[in-house]
């Protein structure tokens, strides 16, 4: 099992979309829970689709703030319980225990004088007979000092009363693997402020049901949140053979009409029909060997900034030269765009017109 949570700052522009994309592709989550996506429900039925769910339930947005999405896989047999603008609650049947465990997404009140309200709400969620709980997302708060690095000191108060929360609950901190903080500001040096906003939160219930459990701060090219995801067991990919296929993206580089006509205009014997045949095996292993030496493989690419934008990450978690993050964050970008038009090319999509870069997303 999968699961992924993250504070995606707003789904209403082709870079979100196409990082948050991204993400779900490499992982397939049996589980994503989102927060400020800053969208109506009925647009987060356009992003649902796009990511390739079939289940999705959605608290809209309060104006341009807020918003909440839970999305899960059409095998999962999960049941929304409740919600609120700060919550979803669901269970989720789980086959090898023939039993059900409770996930509890959480977006935590940004007004520090209304967060005791979100403490409140999930201490409510408790119920009567104790179940496997989980418990993610972005909760606005740290729970001790070392979780916090630049700006003013956090009033001890406001850190007691989270970590109350976790004695009455009984939760225990899943902990994590990769950058200490899941949320930067990044501004300059002096002004910066990292915190580890994000976490998984579980009873002892649930740690027995999946002890195999290992919590990891992803990477992000779009928010200035981090993904937080869970894996309950190790995954296993598995590799398929590609045909060859025209890629759009050629079109943009001036030597891509060279090869074509000197492959065409090369010379050829027999009849006119296995001329034709010879000029397009010709063209195509010309085109093939040109891309893999300009493009390289896009998906191995893109992995390749994924993982320098990791570690940039993990060299330099205090932000201090924020111009290696930006321009980390700016390649890995660069390729999403490019693999992008590679499968809006493959699936005949409409869903983002060339060129439009246009904040409201979905009209």
Request: proline letters at 3%; aromatic letters at 10%.
């Amino acid at each position: 099992m999968i699961c992924i949570s993250w504070n995606c700052r707003g789904l209403g522009n082709p870079r979100g979309v196409r990082a948050l994309r991204d993400l779900v592709r490499k992982e397939v989550p049996m589980v994503l829970f989102l927060q400020e996506t800053k969208l109506h429900v009925t647009k987060m039925e356009c992003v649902k689709r796009l990511l390739g769910y079939e289940c999705c339930f959605a608290v809209s947005s309060e104006g341009r703030s807020g918003g909440l999405a839970l999305m899960w896989q059409e095998e999962t047999n999960l049941n929304v319980q409740s919600y609120s603008k700060n919550h979803i609650d669901a269970l989720i049947h789980n086959a090898e225990h023939d039993g059900q465990w409770q996930f509890t997404g959480v977006y935590g009140h940004p007004d520090t004088e209304l967060r005791q309200e979100t403490w409140n709400t999930i201490r409510s969620l408790r119920g009567t007979v104790s179940v496997p709980w989980l418990v993610c997302g972005d909760f606005n708060e740290v729970l001790c000092w070392q979780e916090k690095r630049g700006g003013r000191n956090r009033p001890e108060r406001q850190m007691r009363t989270f970590r109350q929360l976790l004695d009455d609950c009984s939760f225990v901190d899943l902990g994590f693997m990769g950058p200490p903080f899941t949320w930067c500001n990044k501004r300059d040096v002096q002004h910066t402020v990292s915190e580890r906003l994000d976490r998984y939160l579980a009873n002892q219930g649930w740690i027995d049901w999946f002890p195999g459990f290992r919590v990891v701060h992803g990477s992000s090219a779009s928010s200035d949140h981090l993904p937080i995801l869970l894996y309950s067991r190790r995954e296993k990919s598995s590799k398929r053979n590609k045909l060859f296929r025209f890629e759009a993206m050629w079109t943009e580089e001036g030597e891509y009409e060279n090869i074509v006509e000197d492959s065409w205009n090369g010379r050829t014997s027999g009849n006119q029909m296995n001329n034709i045949k010879t000029r397009i095996g010709a063209c195509s292993q010309r085109l093939a060997q040109w891309n893999k030496t300009k493009y390289g493989n896009v998906q191995k690419r893109i992995q390749q900034c994924r993982t320098h934008l990791q570690q940039v990450q993990e060299r330099d978690p205090y932000h201090s030269q924020m111009e290696l993050h930006q321009e980390a964050r700016c390649q890995l970008q660069m390729w999403l765009e490019r693999e992008e038009i590679l499968w809006c090319q493959r699936a005949k999509s409409l869903w983002l017109q060339g060129g439009d870069q246009n904040t409201k997303y979905f009209h």
